[in-house]
């Protein structure tokens, strides 16, 4: 009886990258001078930065939540567009995601929210910065947002 002894070594993928932390991320939005209102409805470019000396990585889909000025979650139910991997932010770099919304009372029942803040949670952490959109749904039911996922800006080439 012969026994042969095989030793395998499992690298991490050269791809794996930690999980961006909230210290080495800016959160800010950009409104793109009006490029996201019109019809009843409004929006804003999410941007977040890198400003740390190493890459690291986000999900494609953080969770949003929209705050008053004591945190308290307002109602909200983002709905997101599409699929995609986690994005790899090189330090530097910036990923951003184009957040719409209705932003009039158009429903024959309304609620309209004016959150102070938005937060952006991940398995990292979590980023809050101030959020001056009017979001409105019908009647009782929560706001809604439309989420793409995260994609960098500008996009690599080919």
């Not at 932010?89 to 910036?94: N, P, Q, T």
């Not at 929560?142 to 800006?153: F, K």
């Amino acid at each position: 009886m012969r026994f042969a002894l095989v030793l395998v070594c499992i690298a991490a993928p050269a791809s794996a990258l930690p999980v961006c932390k909230p210290n080495q991320l800016s959160l800010g939005f950009d409104a793109e001078n009006g490029n996201f209102n019109g019809m009843s409805h409004s929006g804003t470019l999410l941007v977040l930065r890198n400003l740390g000396p190493a890459p690291c990585q986000l999900p494609a889909f953080p969770t949003l939540a929209l705050e008053t000025a004591k945190g308290e979650a307002l109602p909200l139910q983002p709905t997101r567009q599409g699929s995609a991997a986690p994005v790899r932010l090189a330090a530097g770099a910036e990923a951003t995601a184009g957040l719409r919304w209705v932003s009039s009372p158009v429903y024959s029942h309304n609620r309209c929210l004016k959150p102070a803040q938005l937060r952006l949670s991940w398995s990292g952490g979590s980023l809050r910065q101030a959020f001056t959109g009017t979001l409105c749904g019908p009647g009782n039911a929560p706001a809604r947002l439309t989420q793409p996922p995260l994609a960098l800006d500008p996009p690599p080439p080919g």
